[in-house]
């Protein structure tokens, strides 16, 4: 089976500090030369937070600074019946994301010149079906019908980014992002299982390129790694002690020829202050280290993995975001020449 091998290149989570595009995408072109990543601006503008960025053009929505609501109008349900009819015909030129609500992602489909592969991103299904809630307050994840709506929305949404990301590269990777994962675990947010899948294997159906999942905390690892994603993106700065109590399912992830791109750079002030390039080896060695021990070589494991940041900068100083991404560039360097990967 052909394997996906990048060696461990780095790359990027997606949010960045900066409000201006242009600081946001130099950086990521200088250290991320080989597989850039356009940068979300939240700071720039509330419309580009991880959720509100992807919510143009959806029925009823109705933004109040950094929350969203569904106010259905007296054409709500005809609106909903063309999402589906629009994923039917594969309809995604009016799901487009505008400079307004991302600024980063304009920026970067202008400036980047032709590359072999650049990443994007999207924001999964559970995470904004619970940041978007109905009338009551309560996550639209909840009814069936405008989850199932919001699934094949947010579909059309990756389909209209990869197929613009295409006119400036050969190969796309776009990763579905998932914080609210977390939820498989909780007991104040349930989330089934099944609905888990379903929802994401919607979204995931509209990439036709590279497909990758992201999830910065802890959660139910094999039901992650049992869908049609190509790369799993975890925080391995933090909870790669949760990751490794699956050996056998991760293996087979890579057996399968997926790969891991392990968040390995933390995104925050202190403890990136006190991380080097050696310490970080150290530590990521120690993350994968479990795998190793049913016939997958450490070696073969970097070739089938990518380096990030554990999660986007977007919280941290702009100097500061420079040195993670310095950080993850230089480990990426240093584990490439000393492995020979």
């Known amino acids: 089976m052909t394997k996906l091998e990048f060696s461990c290149l780095p790359t990027a989570i997606g949010s960045m500090p900066h409000t201006d595009p242009e600081e946001a995408y130099s950086l990521v072109m200088k250290y991320l030369p080989d597989i850039p990543a356009w940068p979300q601006l939240p700071r720039r503008s509330p419309k580009e937070n991880m959720g509100i960025q992807f919510s143009e053009g959806f029925p009823g929505i109705v933004l109040n600074e950094d929350k969203m609501r569904i106010e259905p109008r007296a054409d709500f349900e005809t609106e909903l019946t063309q999402i589906y009819f629009d994923v039917e015909q594969a309809n995604f030129d009016k799901y487009a994301v505008s400079a307004e609500y991302a600024a980063g992602f304009h920026a970067f489909l202008s400036q980047t010149p032709k590359s072999d592969m650049v990443k994007g991103q999207v924001t999964g299904p559970i995470t904004w079906g619970l940041m978007v809630t109905d009338k009551q307050g309560l996550g639209i994840l909840y009814n069936e019908n405008l989850a199932e709506a919001m699934a094949k929305f947010l579909r059309l949404k990756a389909s209209w980014q990869e197929n613009a990301l295409t006119q400036i590269s050969r190969h796309t990777i776009i990763f579905v992002d998932e914080p609210y994962l977390v939820s498989l675990r909780s007991v104040f947010t349930p989330v089934p299982e099944e609905k888990v899948t379903t929802l994401l294997e919607e979204v995931l159906q509209g990439i036709r390129g590279l497909k990758g999942l992201h999830c910065c905390g802890d959660t139910d690892w094999p039901v992650l790694l049992g869908t049609s994603i190509d790369i799993l993106s975890i925080d391995a700065y933090n909870y790669a002690s949760s990751f490794n109590c ?22 925050n002030e202190e403890a990136l202050s006190s991380e080097t390039v050696s310490s970080l080896s150290d530590r990521l060695g120690e993350a994968i280290a479990p795998f190793t021990k049913n016939g997958i070589s450490f070696k073969q494991i970097l070739r089938q993995s990518l380096l990030t940041p554990s999660c986007g900068l977007a919280s941290l100083s702009p100097e500061a975001a420079r040195q993670a991404l310095e950080l993850v560039a230089n480990l990426s360097h240093n584990l490439r020449s000393k492995y020979s990967v």
Do not use: M, Q, T
């Open 246 to 267: 699956y050996p056998g399912e991760v293996n087979s992830f890579l057996e399968r020829g997926s790969a891991i791109a392990w968040g390995i750079v933390p995104n």
